[in-house]
């Protein structure tokens, strides 16, 4: 048997769950995990208890002042970053100092300055990055690209994007650290990452201007107001008034956030349940964006995060026709009871591919169903990174720096528009031609 690949993972919320499950368990034959590192000892503890409760041994532990020295002592091929997406940069760029690869969550970073750091690092270091878009590896997602490369639209000329978060998964943005955007970018960065990567990869383009508008117009304590209600609590958990609150989420009642957050909070003072119609919430709720493409696509996108249902409408019109995708996710993470289930959200509930040829029948397109988070993604991507052998990829869903610098200027370029009121030129922001991104 080949010599396992050694991984460390530093942020050991929610997110490091996926990625703890694959390197000891589904793909332990290949990969090993040799540390963890975060803030809460608490969270690395109850990651590590699930572990022996699994018969498996308990892996060592770093505080995050003690990163290098978690490197020096493990000797780690690849680092998986899944903290707080505003500390991606510190992480990716430390690793690469200290000869490591990296695998980064979405989204890869959350501004210029950060940005540019990274690809800094990159080109010193020669190091390689990858980021996690699952959603490349769902079949729904992959057939869409499919389809346009096999030429079903001709030469795309505009894509029509509309995402809908409901008030099970768009509300919990807002109870949480991703409502400051100087934590996650907001949603035109931490969430919108994934479709803006979506359109990059079906168009095979990359954005060169943009233009936004934004605002916070459900959430919050002063829309609350306006719509006559009013809350006397800033948590849900250990409110007796909340009881009833339908956009309520109780720690103490899930095992999983009971452990990762409620019995860590005297660390890292990190609330995870906060009143969503509190302050302070800095992220938008409600945003447009409209995009020119280096190969003359427009993009017309519009993402919201407090519809009744969740899922997309997506539809790309061409030269010889059009494709159209209705998606309804069902969105279960609230009622996860552990970290690898919280992981796994968002199977698909319902999924429709039509086809419009120009001048000829239009037709209902087959989408195979696979089981597994994301629409079937995750199991899928966990193959491509942790497989010695993993299966072709002729779609080219496995992404780079460049692929993750691509769909966050687009976010990047959004909220400095929201806030100028400009249309902005990505080529003025950073160069995506470089030869050291292919």
Not at 318 to 325: N, S
Not at 351 to 373: D, K, W
Request: charged share 25%; hydrophobic share 40%.
């Amino acid at each position: 048997m080949n010599q396992r690949k050694r991984y460390v993972i530093v942020g050991a919320g929610s997110r490091a769950g996926m990625f703890v499950e694959a390197t000891t368990g589904s793909f332990a034959d290949y990969a090993e995990l040799v540390g963890l590192c975060d803030l809460s000892h608490t969270r690395m503890n109850w990651y590590n208890r699930g572990l022996r409760d699994a018969g498996l041994r308990p892996v060592p532990t770093f505080h995050a002042r003690d990163f290098d020295r978690m490197i020096a002592e493990t000797r780690p091929h690849c680092v998986i970053v899944t903290t707080m997406d505003a500390w991606h940069h510190h992480y990716i760029v430390r690793a690469m100092e200290l000869g490591c690869d990296v695998i980064s969550e979405k989204p890869l970073t959350t501004t210029l300055e950060r940005l540019r750091a990274i690809a800094a690092a990159i080109k010193r270091s020669g190091k390689s990055l990858r980021v996690t878009f699952n959603y490349r590896y769902a079949p729904a997602y992959a057939r869409f690209r499919q389809l346009i490369a096999d030429g079903t639209v001709g030469r795309p000329l505009a894509v029509d994007f509309s995402w809908l978060l409901d008030t099970s998964h768009g509300a919990d943005y807002f109870r949480r650290w991703h409502r400051e955007k100087k934590n996650s970018g907001g949603l035109l960065v931490h969430k919108a990452t994934h479709h803006f990567d979506l359109v990059n990869w079906w168009i095979d383009s990359v954005p060169r201007q943009v233009f936004a508008l934004g605002d916070l117009l459900f959430y919050g304590k002063d829309n609350a107001a306006a719509r006559g209600e009013h809350y006397s609590y800033s948590r849900y958990t250990g409110s007796e008034a909340a009881v009833d609150d339908p956009f309520a989420l109780f720690l103490d009642q899930r095992g999983a956030y009971h452990g990762l957050y409620l019995d860590a909070e005297a660390e890292t003072g990190y609330i995870r349940d906060r009143n969503v119609f509190g302050e302070p919430i800095t992220a938008e709720d409600t945003m447009t964006v409209t995009a020119r493409y280096a190969n003359g696509v427009l993009l017309s996108y519009c993402l919201v995060a407090y519809a009744p249902w969740e899922g997309l409408r997506v539809a790309v019109t061409g030269t010889r026709g059009r494709v159209e995708m209705d998606v309804t996710e069902n969105v279960t993470h609230l009622q996860a009871d552990s970290a690898s289930a919280a992981a796994s959200k968002g199977a698909f509930k319902r999924i429709e591919i039509r086809a419009f040829p120009m001048f000829g029948e239009p037709y209902r397109v087959e989408v195979p169903r696979v089981e597994g988070g994301h629409g079937g993604a995750d199991p899928l991507m966990l193959e491509q990174i942790f497989s010695p052998e993993p299966a072709p990829d002729p779609l080219g869903r496995s992404a780079s720096f460049r692929d993750g610098a691509a769909s966050i200027l687009v976010g990047i370029a959004a909220n400095m528009s929201i806030e100028s009121g400009e249309l902005l030129d990505v080529g003025d922001l950073f160069d995506l031609a470089g030869s050291v991104w292919k």
